[in-house]
């Protein structure tokens, strides 16, 4: 136990020093690993799924060309090196040479081209988003592969990264249906039996080009309610974890088989308004709402250090994080000053929020409505199921306030600045100076200048508030003693990092 | 008979010709899958395409009349999600869902009548009171607390059986347990109101004046007699069973039907959504209608 809290408390200071865990966390692998999702995957066809979920599936068993590390870096996987115009229009891609398909078969810049193009030309894939600026794609020889995109992008190596490369012999072979029913990639895993609903077997790649992985054996079990994942854990039928509600961390903790570890999550919770309609044209009432909120008492009396109190719409683990955006300390006496001043008359605040897949999101809610109403303005709440709230989100459909957590997989403040402050994404007020230094930072070469922009559209972005960061999230892990898994940011398992 | 058989079949069909109207128009009118489907990221220009591909543009009527002609030649359409065709995913989760029922059924009938016919025979209060009292108890717990403490006790505490999935028989004990006995109070309650009363019935008086013993007169004469309100809840409750094992399900990790479309409803997978919905709504109906025939067997007088 005490070295349990020895741990947690490392971990802490950690967090509060800047610094990350080590890219390449070493681990003891164990024969057989079962792991605890919350759902099934949609699809094992890697060009049918976008979920987060999926994620857990798709790195294991294919190979992208090139992969984010831990720390945010853009890292090799099955291109080993790569080089885009001066432009940034044409970027081409080296492979390995050494790679095989599950089948057997080489890997060459030709499946490359097949899965770009199969996506590309299938209206249906959700992928589609991940390419959407490619122009044309076309391999230059075997082991060379070409993208020449509709407009610069200087992270295109970092969008590349979600696009599995399927085989195209074996797919061309066995078309869609076959395909679906026995998926094969390049990656360290192979597919041995999916139960829908019950379990997706996995067994390590003895001819992967990084080695043989360590685990032999992975099993994923969809476990839907957050309890019997608890439960599984305590009985043992599950080594792995990957989120664990608050109220249960205290509970699994005290058990002698078990650890429990607090990871920074990806996402920040924020809250948007509706800048165009009354009252929260207002400025003043954004503000007013912006220094009523006491984000400590939320992270560290709600969430019971399931958070972290910010300032930034991205959490440090991004490319373009600024320590310089210091969570809004909690002032209600100028709130209150600040609500009196802007004329507010009273009339209801609508706060949208999704009631599920966020951790206590109606308590977290609930709270705000507490300090908005302290402050002197009326708020009325509008829970709604997750797959209610988020259409809403895409169309930018909300009539005032909302609350909603987000998150790169991209690990950089680009995915953040085009879908939530540039026109076309998540936006209610439309600010062209902020549109002309989203794409200034997307065709900048110079990862420091780049910085630089990305720290100026945050600071107007801060100015005009029409998004509010409330805290990072962080998410607890469980797992069996001795197991020393190190959680990613983005909780997503990758088996072939125990050794 | 014959008209009876015809009138409640063509009625069947209308009514299960209803919940799918009924679902397919609830579905559409309550969320959009192009949206789920889509990374958050995803731009407006993505969405209206893929809206496009997927048909979710044109007139709800006419996606209406083309889900029906479809459907009424059996193709309920593909899987949003999954590659595959609604129907045959709905079909391949039925065995774990009747392989749960048809348990929970015989567990809960077969406790009912057990403890009922031991209520019946005891001269001991103490006893007939016990077991109501667990009865309403179990009943009083809902399905997933209760679930959750058989997991701790049998999994966790004990660790005698699974708590998750499904696959052998130490599997299906916990949420069969779980499930069957929920309606166990309900049943005992029946079943001892409709022996309470048999036994004031002439019939069973006539059997005692030819001195046949208690024991006797319980098995062989009211015991048939009084199953027949039982098989009309008990019809009603598989139809329940088949259904509404959703919670059970969830808590238990048991891959059934009723998972799959809490699940494709959370996606918004229209079409799994409405086979399901068919399928389940097929059922019911068709358990009623064996209910009612049921009837005429066990007791000759009921004729149609």
Known sequence: ?499 | MLYFITKRILQSILTVFGVVTVAFFLVRLSGDPSLLLLSADATQEDIAAIRDAMGLNRPIWVQYLEFIGNALQGDFGNSIRQNSPAMSLVLERVPATLELALTSFAVGIGLALILGTIMRITRKVWLREAIMWIALARQAFPVFSFGLLMILVFSVGLGWLPSLGRGSWQHLVLPALTLGSYELALYLRLFNASLATEQRQDYVRTAYAKGQGRLQVIFQHMLPNALLPIVTVAGINLGLLLGGAVVTETVFSWPGVGRLIVQSVSQRDFPVIIAGVFLLSLIFVVINLIVDLLYSVLDPRVRF
């Open chain 1, 1 to 499: 136990m005490f070295m349990h809290r020895l741990r947690q408390g490392a971990a802490a200071l950690a967090i509060a020093t800047g610094l990350l865990v080590p890219a390449h966390q070493v681990f003891a692998a164990p024969e057989t690993l079962t792991i605890a999702l919350p759902g099934d995957f949609p699809s094992l066809v890697p060009s049918d799924d976008t979920s987060p979920l999926g994620f857990n599936y798709r790195l294991n068993v294919f190979d992208q060309l090139t992969v984010i590390g831990k720390d945010g870096k853009i890292g090799p996987r099955l291109a080993t090196e790569w080089t885009a115009s001066d432009d940034l229009l044409k970027w081409t891609f080296k492979l390995r040479t050494d790679a095989l398909f599950h089948d057997g078969s080489p890997v060459t810049a030709h499946d490359v081209e097949f899965t770009a193009r199969y996506i590309l030309d299938n209206p249906k894939s959700p992928t589609r988003t991940f390419l959407r600026l490619v122009d044309s794609v076309k391999a230059i020889d075997d082991h060379t592969i070409e993208f020449t995109l509709n407009q610069p992008y200087s992270i295109f190596e970092r969008q590349i990264s979600f696009i599995n490369v399927m085989p195209k012999d074996y797919h061309t072979k066995v078309g869609e249906e076959g395909y679906a029913k026995a998926p094969i990639g390049s990656g360290p895993y192979k597919v041995v039996n999916w139960v829908k609903d019950d379990r997706l077997e996995l067994e390590a790649f003895d001819k992967y080009w990084g080695g043989a992985p360590e685990v032999k054996k992975a099993v994923f079990r969809p476990i839907p309610a957050e309890a019997s994942r608890a439960t599984a854990l305590m009985s043992g039928e599950v080594d792995l974890v990957t989120t664990l509600p608050p109220a249960l961390v205290d509970t699994l903790a005290r058990n002698d088989g078990i650890e429990v570890k607090t990871v920074p999550g990806s996402r920040v919770m924020f809250l948007g308004f509706n800048s165009n309609a009354a009252p929260l044209d207002n400025p003043k009432i954004r503000e007013a709402i912006d220094i009523a909120i006491d984000r400590e008492a939320i992270t560290q009396g709600l969430l019971r250090g399931l958070g972290r109190a910010t300032g930034m719409m991205i959490p440090p683990n991004n490319v373009g994080y600024n320590p310089e955006f210091v969570a809004t300390k909690q002032d209600m006496a100028r709130a209150k000053q600040l609500v009196a001043e802007s004329g507010y008359a009273g009339e209801p605040i609508l706060f949208d929020y999704p009631s599920n897949n966020f951790v206590l999101a109606n308590e977290i809610a609930q709270a705000i409505a507490g300090y908005l109403t302290e402050a002197g303005l009326k708020v009325e709440l509008r829970p709604a199921e997750f797959t209610a709230f988020f259409p809403q989100w895409t169309q930018t459909a909300f009539p005032s306030l909302y609350m909603f957590a987000y998150g790169s997989t991209q690990y950089h403040a680009d995915t953040i600045l085009t879908s939530m402050y540039s026109t076309g994404g998540r936006v209610y007020r439309l600010n062209p100076e902020i549109d002309a230094l989203v794409a200034e930072q997307k065709r900048e070469r110079d990862p420091v200048k780049q910085a630089e922009i990305i720290s100026r559209i945050f600071k107007i972005g801060a100015e005009d508030r029409d998004n509010v960061p409330l805290y990072d999230e962080f998410f607890a892990v469980g797992m069996k003693k001795d197991l020393g898994y190190e959680a990613w940011p983005d909780g997503f398992v990758r088996l072939y990092e125990f050794r």
